[in-house]
């Protein structure tokens, strides 16, 4: 567990997604993450698909078990006043916490900020619900998928003339964990320089909006939402995803200049776009897009994308295949990396092939030092070894329901 986060040990609170996509970042990092789980209650991803070889079960989702990976799992029932002393004492010997429930839900556990620091005076504690701690809307629930149409996402995705559409996946979740992750490392840069631990309050909500604040000031400076334009955006043309030869393949291409746009005339073979009046600069070319990417298409249904991408890169201009997830897996940049895709052994599903850390660190060793835990694993190690209980005690909480 070697990493730049050594030592660190986290009392992670969260379910779902975004919650545990901010505590995977800092288990990727080498800190110790202890997920608290109860089988009274089991986590919602324990319970989504895909299944590996079809067969469900809590522990086998591959779902959870890759937002997962890295960490400690115990079972501590939160609605028992033994529990909630247990996570005291698990709170006392962390540096941080993070939880994603609605709204007040962990004070009204006993279990908030300010109940906590009681027993970890610069605990650095997060608290990422969908909409924040103050405000009307605080105590409502929320799910990532809520988060891109409330942040105003929706209204940019779609097709000229049509209505908002959604970005093909629960966008709010990931973005809010990253979020975290990145003000939990600013609190622990604070408390190295200080001593100070402090609350953090974060709305996934205004993660969200935090992506595209271009479209807000367009609204501000012109006094208009941004239009819908399917793959188009205002200062690059063309810029979309064009149909290649074969079933279902794509490539995109994307111009950032006059000078990459005469590139890519060349590259087709067809100079002569490049003097076309319609095409010359992007004002000429956004007002004839139809025409533009009508040409293009002409040129792209007549070769295999992978072609496309070398001979466009070759010449200066941006452009990739459209990948399929089995392209993706197989796609030999990503390889040639060596360690994005991480196989490690799981207790129930075997060795199966996760996602892993995008960044690498020069001076210290980073990784994903075991597959995600099955819920309970841990017990032992969390209640025995740093807690100090005896067989009998775990076994005595384990019977009344305590450890469930």
């Known amino acids: 567990m070697a990493g730049p986060l050594q030592g660190i040990r986290v009392a992670d609170f969260s379910w779902v997604w975004a919650g545990p996509m901010c505590t995977m970042q800092l ?29 469900p079960g809590p522990n086998r989702s591959g779902y959870f078990n890759q937002y997962s990976q890295g960490k400690r799992s115990i079972t501590l029932d939160l609605q028992n006043p033994e529990g909630k002393e247990i996570a005291k004492r698990i709170v006392a010997m962390s540096d941080v916490a993070v939880e994603n429930f609605a709204g007040g839900i962990i ?77 939990v490392l600013a609190a622990l840069y604070h408390r190295d320089e200080t001593g100070e631990g402090q609350y953090i309050d974060m709305s996934q909500w205004e993660s969200s909006m935090n992506v595209i604040g271009d479209a807000f000031m367009h609204q501000v400076m012109n006094g208009e939402a941004p239009t819908r334009d399917g793959s188009r955006v205002p200062h690059m043309s063309p810029h979309g995803v064009f ?16 000078d990459e746009w005469r590139a890519l005339a060349s590259a087709m073979g067809r100079d002569d776009l490049a003097d076309d009046a319609r095409f010359k600069t992007l004002s000429d070319r956004k ?77 210290t060793k980073a990784e994903v030092w075991r597959a995600a835990p099955t819920i309970g694993q841990d017990n032992d190690y ?12 775990i076994a005595d909480y384990t019977a009344r329901g305590v450890f469930k």
């Open 27 to 55: 288990a990727h990092m080498g800190a110790e993450v202890i997920r608290m789980e109860t089988t009274g209650r089991v986590c919602t991803l324990r319970m989504f698909p895909p299944w590996p070889d079809g067969q």
């Open 107 to 183: 004070d009204k556990l006993g279990l908030g900020y300010e109940n906590l620091k009681q027993v970890k005076p610069d605990l650095v504690m997060i608290s990422m619900s969908g909409y924040g701690q103050v405000g009307p809307d605080s105590a409502f629930v929320s799910y990532g998928p809520a988060q891109v149409p409330l942040s105003g996402l929706s209204s940019l995705t779609g097709y000229a003339g049509e209505g908002p559409m959604h970005v093909g996946m629960s966008y709010g979740d990931p973005n809010a964990g990253l979020h975290a992750a990145f003000a």
């Open 243 to 258: 149909m290649c030869a074969g079933e279902d393949r794509w490539v995109s291409i994307a111009c950032g200049s006059d």
């Open 287 to 363: 007002a004839n897009e139809d025409d533009l990417e009508m040409a293009i298409m002409e040129w792209t249904l007549q070769a295999d994308p992978d072609e496309i991408t070398e001979k466009l890169q070759a010449a200066g201009v941006a452009a990739y295949t459209t990948l399929m997830n089995k392209e993706v897996l197989e796609n030999p940049q990503i390889a040639a990396v060596g360690d994005f895709w991480v196989e490690k052994e799981h207790p129930e599903v075997g060795v199966r092939r996760h996602a892993g850390m995008p960044y690498h660190f020069s001076d």
């Open 382 to 393: 969390v209640y025995g070894e740093l807690l100090g209980m005896s067989a009998e005690e």
